[in-house]
Protein backbone atom coordinates (compact mmCIF):
# COMPACT_ATOMS: atom_id res chain seq x y z
CA UNK A 1 0.00 0.00 0.00
CA UNK A 2 1.36 3.11 -1.24
CA UNK A 3 1.66 6.17 1.59
CA UNK A 4 -1.57 7.80 -0.79
CA UNK A 5 -3.45 4.78 -0.53
CA UNK A 6 -2.85 4.79 3.62
CA UNK A 7 -3.57 8.34 3.91
CA UNK A 8 -7.05 8.03 2.01
CA UNK A 9 -7.85 4.63 4.03
CA UNK A 10 -7.78 6.19 7.10
CA UNK A 11 -9.45 9.64 5.92
CA UNK A 12 -12.29 7.18 4.59
CA UNK A 13 -12.33 5.03 7.92
CA UNK A 14 -12.93 8.42 10.15
CA UNK A 15 -14.95 10.01 7.47
CA UNK A 16 -17.09 6.10 8.28
CA UNK A 17 -16.50 6.30 12.04
CA UNK A 18 -17.07 10.65 12.97
CA UNK A 19 -18.78 11.86 9.99
CA UNK A 20 -17.00 14.48 7.61
CA UNK A 21 -17.08 17.26 9.18
CA UNK A 22 -15.68 16.76 12.73
CA UNK A 23 -12.74 15.15 11.02
CA UNK A 24 -9.88 17.66 10.48
CA UNK A 25 -7.14 17.26 8.19
CA UNK A 26 -4.84 16.92 11.32
CA UNK A 27 -6.71 14.76 12.78
CA UNK A 28 -6.18 12.23 9.45
CA UNK A 29 -2.45 13.03 9.40
CA UNK A 30 -2.02 12.19 13.16
CA UNK A 31 -4.70 8.84 12.89
CA UNK A 32 -1.98 8.25 9.55
CA UNK A 33 0.64 8.84 11.48
CA UNK A 34 2.53 11.44 9.22
CA UNK A 35 2.44 15.30 8.97
CA UNK A 36 -0.34 17.50 7.68
CA UNK A 37 2.09 18.76 5.17
CA UNK A 38 2.75 15.01 3.99
CA UNK A 39 -1.26 14.81 3.62
CA UNK A 40 -1.90 17.80 1.74
CA UNK A 41 1.40 16.93 -0.90
CA UNK A 42 -0.81 13.44 -1.59
CA UNK A 43 -4.14 15.69 -1.88
CA UNK A 44 -4.77 18.95 -2.56
CA UNK A 45 -7.73 20.00 0.43
CA UNK A 46 -10.29 17.79 2.24
CA UNK A 47 -12.40 18.04 -0.62
CA UNK A 48 -10.03 15.87 -3.10
CA UNK A 49 -9.91 13.27 -0.31
CA UNK A 50 -13.90 13.14 0.20
CA UNK A 51 -14.33 13.17 -3.50
CA UNK A 52 -11.42 10.42 -3.41
CA UNK A 53 -13.16 8.21 -0.87
CA UNK A 54 -16.77 8.07 -1.42
CA UNK A 55 -15.46 7.52 -5.04
CA UNK A 56 -13.34 4.38 -3.73
CA UNK A 57 -16.44 3.21 -1.54
CA UNK A 58 -18.45 3.42 -4.63
CA UNK A 59 -16.21 1.53 -6.62
CA UNK A 60 -15.80 -0.89 -3.83
CA UNK A 61 -19.70 -1.36 -3.80
CA UNK A 62 -19.47 -1.93 -7.87
CA UNK A 63 -16.89 -4.95 -7.58
CA UNK A 64 -18.58 -6.60 -4.58
CA UNK A 65 -22.45 -6.18 -6.65
CA UNK A 66 -21.04 -7.58 -10.18
CA UNK A 67 -19.01 -10.35 -7.92
CA UNK A 68 -22.63 -11.21 -5.86
CA UNK A 69 -24.60 -11.13 -9.64
CA UNK A 70 -21.95 -13.61 -11.27
CA UNK A 71 -21.81 -15.61 -8.51
CA UNK A 72 -25.73 -16.12 -7.76
CA UNK A 73 -27.20 -19.45 -9.25
CA UNK A 74 -30.67 -17.18 -9.99
CA UNK A 75 -32.27 -13.80 -9.97
CA UNK A 76 -33.83 -14.38 -6.53
CA UNK A 77 -30.81 -15.39 -4.96
CA UNK A 78 -28.68 -12.37 -6.42
CA UNK A 79 -31.84 -10.01 -5.20
CA UNK A 80 -30.82 -11.72 -1.63
CA UNK A 81 -26.92 -11.19 -1.93
CA UNK A 82 -27.13 -7.30 -3.17
CA UNK A 83 -29.69 -6.87 -0.22
CA UNK A 84 -26.92 -8.74 1.59
CA UNK A 85 -24.14 -6.36 0.74
CA UNK A 86 -26.07 -3.24 0.70
CA UNK A 87 -26.83 -3.73 4.63
CA UNK A 88 -23.28 -4.53 5.17
CA UNK A 89 -22.10 -1.53 3.70
CA UNK A 90 -25.19 0.45 6.15
CA UNK A 91 -23.55 -0.80 8.51
CA UNK A 92 -20.54 0.22 8.31
CA UNK A 93 -21.45 3.72 7.18
CA UNK A 94 -22.02 6.47 9.58
CA UNK A 95 -25.50 7.80 7.98
CA UNK A 96 -24.17 11.74 8.99
CA UNK A 97 -21.56 10.78 6.61
CA UNK A 98 -23.60 10.88 3.39
CA UNK A 99 -26.15 13.67 4.53
CA UNK A 100 -22.84 15.68 4.96
CA UNK A 101 -21.51 14.72 1.68
CA UNK A 102 -24.96 15.91 0.42
CA UNK A 103 -25.32 18.93 2.24
CA UNK A 104 -21.64 20.81 1.92
CA UNK A 105 -19.87 19.20 -1.29
CA UNK A 106 -22.62 19.11 -3.92
CA UNK A 107 -20.17 17.64 -6.54
CA UNK A 108 -19.46 15.02 -4.52
CA UNK A 109 -23.22 13.64 -3.50
CA UNK A 110 -24.52 14.18 -7.60
CA UNK A 111 -21.74 11.64 -7.57
CA UNK A 112 -23.50 9.08 -5.86
CA UNK A 113 -26.73 10.04 -6.92
CA UNK A 114 -25.04 8.80 -10.54
CA UNK A 115 -24.61 5.85 -8.97
CA UNK A 116 -27.71 4.90 -7.72
CA UNK A 117 -28.95 6.03 -11.23
CA UNK A 118 -27.04 4.56 -13.20
CA UNK A 119 -25.35 1.29 -11.40
CA UNK A 120 -28.40 0.43 -8.44
CA UNK A 121 -31.40 0.99 -10.49
CA UNK A 122 -29.63 -0.37 -13.42
CA UNK A 123 -28.54 -3.63 -11.62
CA UNK A 124 -32.21 -4.11 -10.07
CA UNK A 125 -33.72 -3.72 -13.98
CA UNK A 126 -31.34 -6.10 -14.85
CA UNK A 127 -32.58 -8.36 -12.36
CA UNK A 128 -35.94 -7.85 -13.17
CA UNK A 129 -34.98 -9.14 -16.85
CA UNK A 130 -32.86 -12.29 -15.44
CA UNK A 131 -35.56 -13.13 -13.03
CA UNK A 132 -38.32 -12.87 -16.13
CA UNK A 133 -35.78 -14.85 -17.90
CA UNK A 134 -35.69 -17.63 -15.81
CA UNK A 135 -39.18 -18.02 -15.45
CA UNK A 136 -39.10 -16.55 -11.73
CA UNK A 137 -40.53 -13.53 -11.93
CA UNK A 138 -44.11 -12.71 -14.00
CA UNK A 139 -43.40 -11.79 -17.18
CA UNK A 140 -45.95 -8.31 -17.52
CA UNK A 141 -43.75 -6.49 -14.53
CA UNK A 142 -43.71 -2.94 -15.73
CA UNK A 143 -39.70 -2.53 -15.66
CA UNK A 144 -39.62 0.98 -14.73
CA UNK A 145 -41.91 1.36 -12.16
CA UNK A 146 -41.04 -1.88 -10.09
CA UNK A 147 -36.96 -0.95 -10.58
CA UNK A 148 -37.85 2.71 -8.70
CA UNK A 149 -40.20 1.21 -5.88
CA UNK A 150 -37.04 -1.17 -5.45
CA UNK A 151 -35.04 1.51 -5.11
CA UNK A 152 -37.24 3.41 -3.14
CA UNK A 153 -37.58 0.65 -0.46
CA UNK A 154 -33.52 -0.18 -0.35
CA UNK A 155 -33.51 3.93 0.40
CA UNK A 156 -35.99 3.56 3.03
CA UNK A 157 -34.25 0.61 4.95
CA UNK A 158 -31.48 2.99 5.62
CA UNK A 159 -33.45 5.82 6.40
CA UNK A 160 -33.26 5.89 10.13
CA UNK A 161 -36.20 8.38 9.92
CA UNK A 162 -38.06 5.85 8.51
CA UNK A 163 -36.50 2.80 10.86
CA UNK A 164 -34.86 4.16 14.44
CA UNK A 165 -31.96 1.86 14.93
CA UNK A 166 -33.43 1.72 18.80
CA UNK A 167 -36.60 0.02 17.19
CA UNK A 168 -35.80 -1.71 14.12
CA UNK A 169 -33.18 -3.99 13.32
CA UNK A 170 -31.72 -3.33 10.14
CA UNK A 171 -31.44 -6.68 9.35
CA UNK A 172 -35.14 -7.67 10.07
CA UNK A 173 -36.15 -4.48 7.86
CA UNK A 174 -34.05 -5.86 4.82
CA UNK A 175 -35.52 -9.23 4.80
CA UNK A 176 -38.52 -8.17 5.22
CA UNK A 177 -38.87 -5.69 2.60
CA UNK A 178 -36.82 -7.75 0.29
CA UNK A 179 -38.86 -11.14 0.77
CA UNK A 180 -42.21 -9.04 0.56
CA UNK A 181 -40.74 -7.69 -2.75
CA UNK A 182 -39.55 -11.05 -4.12
CA UNK A 183 -42.97 -12.71 -2.90
CA UNK A 184 -44.52 -9.72 -4.95
CA UNK A 185 -42.88 -10.07 -8.39
CA UNK A 186 -42.40 -13.58 -8.02
CA UNK A 187 -44.38 -16.59 -10.23
CA UNK A 188 -45.03 -19.61 -8.19
CA UNK A 189 -41.75 -21.29 -9.46
CA UNK A 190 -40.31 -18.04 -8.00
CA UNK A 191 -42.36 -17.91 -4.63
CA UNK A 192 -41.45 -21.68 -3.99
CA UNK A 193 -37.85 -20.94 -4.74
CA UNK A 194 -37.64 -17.69 -2.12
CA UNK A 195 -39.37 -19.57 0.49
CA UNK A 196 -36.61 -22.00 1.06
CA UNK A 197 -34.46 -19.34 1.25
CA UNK A 198 -36.79 -17.87 3.90
CA UNK A 199 -37.05 -20.77 5.58
CA UNK A 200 -32.85 -20.24 6.39
CA UNK A 201 -33.04 -16.88 7.58
CA UNK A 202 -30.46 -15.65 5.85
CA UNK A 203 -29.16 -15.01 2.35
CA UNK A 204 -27.58 -17.37 0.33
CA UNK A 205 -23.84 -17.50 1.05
CA UNK A 206 -21.16 -16.18 -1.19
CA UNK A 207 -17.25 -15.41 -1.10
CA UNK A 208 -16.75 -11.88 -2.06
CA UNK A 209 -12.88 -12.51 -2.70
Do not use: W
Request: charged share 25%; aromatic share 8%; glycine share 6%.
Amino acid sequence: MTLQERILETALRLFRTYGIKSVTMFDIAKECGVSKKTVYEHFADKEALIKSGVQTVLDGLQQQLDHGRRQADNAIAEQLQTAHILEVLARTMNPVMMHEVRKYHPEVGQAVEDFRRDNVLQGIRENLERGIEEGLYHPYLKMDIMARMRQLQLDAAFDQAQYPPEQFDMHQVMQEITFNYIMGISTPEGRKLAGQYLVTASAPSFSLE
